[in-house]
């Protein structure tokens, strides 16, 4: 297929599909007032006959490409537990994928290595809607490639922000995603959350409580429904179910970022045998109304550098999404899509290829790597932690990181009534001086060697003017974001330091128990 | 080289050089609100002591990447004219580059598989920065990667402009690329142009006559110097080093897009013999203020399907680029990288890579094969357009284009006293049907069966209001983009086709030359 058809099949495929409620109006003035690439008006009118001549492109042809083949050697999923295979090292059986100018393949190099349009190639297109129906089964919906999930999360962003919106997101949320918007001039607000996540009732009371001084009621909520990013909390069906009809009450876009559905493990006893119960149902799974944008990545289930993702949307949110890829980035590269393609293509399995099965095989073998790591994790932070009583661990369901609680409330230097900010009328700001105690925690292990992300840094800073007087979150940031992604070499020496450091800072005079 | 330092060594790479003058002011709003990336910060507090532990990361380690090895079965640049002995096909002698993560290469694949700063990893910014400084040699300069061009320019639009802010262009532009800023709330004005490309006291006039009540006079100016897009122009030295003055008189900051830098041919004599002057100097090899920012990009040169690029700035505006790459995009792929940097890292020979000296042979054996295709492309017209005189082409010294003067004062349509547009006080607007008539044409080509790009759609919409009533673009829209990238038979098929079209359309009662 010609990069020419490929847009033309790319917009009709789009136009075909609609959006069961009309959201439009959650769009921003920039992405309403963006105008679409002319050049792909020119190229459409090359379909008006068969075998018209082109003297209109300006892109190299692909005889003058210094590439003809790209090998990609692959983990071999014919093993029973692929992951565990692959570790062994250079010896592990490997298959072996092709991108080929020469050679038939499912995707052609020259076509991958093309100007294509902004949603992807269409068969990178199609094996990434395959694998999205396959787990989630949406209704109208439509796969949108992108350059990996950060890419994602900020075009979305970009294309429901307008400047003085205020956006939702759980109280503790991974900064680099929530610092991107604030340049955009928009606010955060966080939620609640306990640990099951956020807390559906404390969303309800943000909005129904919304003062129209603050500006317009949020119309957007960032979640990470699995594995939550610091927390490690995943949602459960009934909150999900719970937000999702708030979402429809208050007229909420979801930005549903799940880079972590695959790992998800076994309910909260922490068994360590391998994790069989299946996948939760995600937002996109019950979205009605084309309200859930989900935001897909390989970066945690093949390769941080892969730089490649997806977005399934309505179709309305799709044309807008491709039209601001097409007037920025443009598509993703083309390594990454003919690698998706040769690994995922229907029948690509007799050129080396896994197909969905082989894929669905590799992620399950994934998160019962993770799933012995979470277990290595915990009986590590048994041994050398917990037996002080001076911190506790959580236990995720799903992601890479564990939640590390701080027991401050038994530290000796521990006040309980500090009022630092503010000032006017009513005592306004922390009650506490637990932040300071954590940075000096966090600067001790530094000391002590060992790196660990505070809680502070994920924390939405609170607005005095608007946020909860009587409960601000920096008195909530008694928590150290730990991850079993790393080696069990760092795990071990990590949380040995841990639990050391904290003796040492516990000991000057401890307190007893609040 | 870990990713937490490679982080702290780009950052400390910065931090050293310094900007001749500065041009902050020049910085957007959301460009000066951004706030750096916080984990960021974390991760050079790693640097603190050596033999730091961490549980702070959040990435996959590379024993569960599902790829260990890749290979880039490359053109081979031992051969004396390396572009033409790859035509041949298949049997064409190749080099095979590998990134791997068990085999010592320039960068291991693991590396260039993980997270990584904004500006790319070390080594893939080191053979860019190579690159540039053996062909530009700039002063006090930084190079970032970029996801391609068009990631690379509107990036530039985003980093600079300003709702309500107004950029200059050549008056015929890339539209793809000007429609961009549109959504932002910034206005182009177009500046007049000639074989030679924009014309400096054009560009002096548009500036030196500013009327504040159009809001801020023009501080960004974007320029495509060598194989313009859609003229093919040029512009000579003189041209440059007056622009660059102006420049440097009205605080503008130059975007230099140079893609076609690579194909310059020799001047418009035209001969059919490879070309051998030197590359032409760049507007970033004039620069000594910092206030070029130059764009490049292998999309021309390797394939537009490597979605890589990179850009050459001065140290401020790379930290600004790079904090927004951070909280956008983030880095590109890492495929990319990697092939580039065991493409050209110094001593890569050995294993496969090219270097710089075979790059230089690639480029300038690739400037020879698009000599002979405009060489081909110029026959043809002679033998099937000129013969009529109904249209004229000139000779590009650079690029892929070809601008076709449609020698519309022969068509006996032709009205010369139009006025279409305005009507409040003094007659504005085209004064000629020009535009319509070439819109017919359009469509006559399209009917025979032969795309080719009008120049309407390249034409910087004038604003009535504004713009020079007595001369408007759209009186000067005869012209057609006609390109010679693509094959000798769609070169031959097309301008036969066009040569007949124009005979047909002229052919009613044909006019003498006005």
Same mark, same amino acid.
Request: proline content about 7%; hydrophobic content about 40%; some cysteine.
């Given at each position: 297929m010609?990069p020419l058809?490929?847009?033309? !099949?790319s !917009?009709?495929?789009s136009?075909?599909?609609?959006?069961?409620?009309d959201?439009m109006? =959650?769009l921003?003035?920039?992405?309403?007032?963006?105008?679409?690439?002319?050049?792909?008006?020119?190229w459409?009118?090359?379909q008006?006959?068969?075998?018209m001549?082109?003297?209109?492109?300006g892109?190299p042809?692909?005889s003058?490409?210094?590439?003809?083949?790209i090998? *990609?050697e692959?983990?071999?999923?014919?093993?029973e537990? /692929?992951?565990?295979?692959?570790?062994?090292?250079?010896s592990?059986?490997s &298959?072996?994928l092709?991108?080929?100018?020469?050679?038939?393949?499912?995707?052609?190099?020259?076509a991958g290595? &093309?100007y294509?349009?902004?949603?992807?190639?269409p068969l990178a $297109?199609?094996?990434?809607t395959?694998?999205t129906?396959?787990? =989630?089964?949406?209704?109208?919906?439509l796969c949108?490639l992108?350059l990996?999930?950060? @890419?994602g999360?900020?075009?979305c962003?970009?294309?429901l922000g307008?400047?003085g919106d205020?956006f939702?997101?759980?109280?503790?949320?991974?900064s680099?995603?929530t610092?991107v /918007?604030?340049? $955009?001039?928009i606010k955060?607000?966080g939620?609640?959350?306990?640990?099951g996540?956020?807390?559906p009732?404390? #969303?309800?009371?943000v909005l129904?409580?919304?003062d129209?001084?603050?500006?317009?009621?949020?119309h957007?909520?960032y979640?990470?429904p699995c594995?939550?990013?610091?927390t490690?909390?995943?949602?459960?069906?009934?909150?999900r179910?719970a937000? *999702?009809?708030?979402? &429809?009450?208050?007229d #909420?876009i979801?930005?549903?970022?799940?880079? *972590?559905?695959?790992l998800q493990?076994d309910s909260? @006893?922490?068994a360590t045998?391998?994790?069989?119960t299946?996948?939760?149902?995600s937002?996109l799974s019950?979205?009605?109304?084309?309200?859930?944008v989900?935001?897909?990545s390989f970066?945690?289930?093949m390769?941080?550098g892969?730089?490649?993702g997806?977005v399934?949307?309505?179709?309305?949110f799709h044309?807008a999404?491709?039209? *601001?890829?097409?007037?920025?980035?443009?598509?993703? =590269?083309?390594?990454g899509q003919m690698?998706i393609?040769?690994?995922l293509?229907?029948g690509?399995?007799?050129?080396g290829?896994? $197909?969905?099965?082989?894929f669905?095989?590799w992620?399950?073998?994934?998160?019962a790597?993770y799933?012995?790591?979470r !277990?290595h994790f915990?009986?590590?932070f048994?041994r050398?932690?917990a037996p002080?009583?001076?911190?506790s661990?959580?236990?995720?369901?799903a992601?890479?990181?564990?939640w590390v609680?701080v027991h401050?409330e038994? =530290? /000796?230097?521990?006040?309980?009534d500090?009022?630092?900010?503010?000032g006017?009328?009513a005592?306004k700001?922390?009650?506490t001086? +637990?932040r300071?105690?954590?940075?000096?925690?966090?600067?001790?292990?530094?000391?002590?060697?060992?790196v660990?992300m505070?809680?502070?840094?994920?924390a939405l800073?609170?607005?005095?003017k608007? @946020?909860d +007087?009587?409960?601000p979150v920096?008195?909530?940031?008694?928590y150290?974001?730990?991850t079993?992604?790393?080696?069990?070499e760092?795990m071990e020496?990590?949380?040995?330091?841990?639990?050391?450091?904290l003796r040492?800072?516990f000991?000057?005079?401890p307190?007893?128990?609040v």
């Amino acid at each position: 297929m010609t990069p020419l058809s490929t847009v033309a !099949a790319s !917009a009709s495929a789009s136009a075909s599909t609609s959006t069961p409620v009309d959201l439009m109006h =959650h769009l921003s003035t920039e992405a309403r007032l963006r105008k679409p690439n002319p050049m792909k008006a020119i190229w459409k009118l090359t379909q008006r006959k068969p075998n018209m001549v082109s003297l209109a492109n300006g892109d190299p042809h692909y005889s003058l490409y210094p590439i003809r083949n790209i090998h *990609y050697e692959m983990a071999s999923v014919a093993e029973e537990d /692929p992951v565990a295979s692959w570790r062994a090292g250079p010896s592990a059986p490997s &298959q072996t994928l092709t991108s080929s100018v020469h050679e038939p393949r499912a995707l052609p190099l020259q076509a991958g290595m &093309q100007y294509t349009a902004g949603a992807g190639l269409p068969l990178a $297109q199609r094996v990434v809607t395959d694998l999205t129906n396959f787990y =989630h089964a949406p209704a109208d919906h439509l796969c949108t490639l992108t350059l990996g999930n950060s @890419d994602g999360i900020t075009k979305c962003f970009r294309l429901l922000g307008e400047p003085g919106d205020t956006f939702l997101a759980d109280e503790f949320t991974f900064s680099s995603v929530t610092n991107v /918007p604030l340049a $955009q001039g928009i606010k955060w607000v966080g939620v609640k959350m306990d640990d099951g996540g956020m807390i559906p009732s404390e #969303l309800e009371r943000v909005l129904a409580a919304w003062d129209p001084a603050r500006g317009r009621r949020p119309h957007v909520i960032y979640l990470v429904p699995c594995g939550q990013n610091p927390t490690g909390s995943t949602l459960s069906l009934a909150r999900r179910q719970a937000i *999702y009809a708030l979402a &429809q009450r208050f007229d #909420l876009i979801i930005i549903e970022d799940d880079p *972590y559905y695959f790992l998800q493990y076994d309910s909260p @006893d922490c068994a360590t045998t391998a994790p069989s119960t299946p996948f939760a149902r995600s937002f996109l799974s019950l979205d009605t109304d084309g309200r859930v944008v989900r935001v897909d990545s390989f970066s945690k289930i093949m390769a941080p550098g892969m730089r490649l993702g997806w977005v399934t949307s309505s179709a309305a949110f799709h044309d807008a999404l491709v039209a *601001y890829t097409d007037s920025s980035t443009m598509h993703p =590269h083309g390594f990454g899509q003919m690698l998706i393609a040769e690994m995922l293509a229907p029948g690509a399995g007799a050129t080396g290829g896994w $197909q969905l099965a082989g894929f669905d095989r590799w992620v399950r073998s994934l998160r019962a790597e993770y799933h012995r790591r979470r !277990a290595h994790f915990l009986s590590l932070f048994a041994r050398e932690v917990a037996p002080s009583a001076l911190a506790s661990a959580s236990c995720p369901e799903a992601g890479m990181f564990v939640w590390v609680r701080v027991h401050v409330e038994r =530290h /000796p230097r521990l006040r309980a009534d500090v009022r630092v900010r503010g000032g006017e009328g009513a005592a306004k700001g922390p009650r506490t001086n +637990v932040r300071e105690l954590m940075e000096e925690l966090f600067e001790r292990c530094l000391d002590g060697g060992l790196v660990i992300m505070p809680a502070s840094i994920f924390a939405l800073a609170a607005d005095p003017k608007w @946020d909860d +007087v009587e409960d601000p979150v920096e008195d909530r940031v008694n928590y150290l974001r730990a991850t079993f992604a790393g080696t069990e070499e760092a795990m071990e020496e990590g949380l040995t330091i841990l639990g050391q450091v904290l003796r040492e800072f516990f000991a000057e005079e401890p307190k007893a128990v609040v």
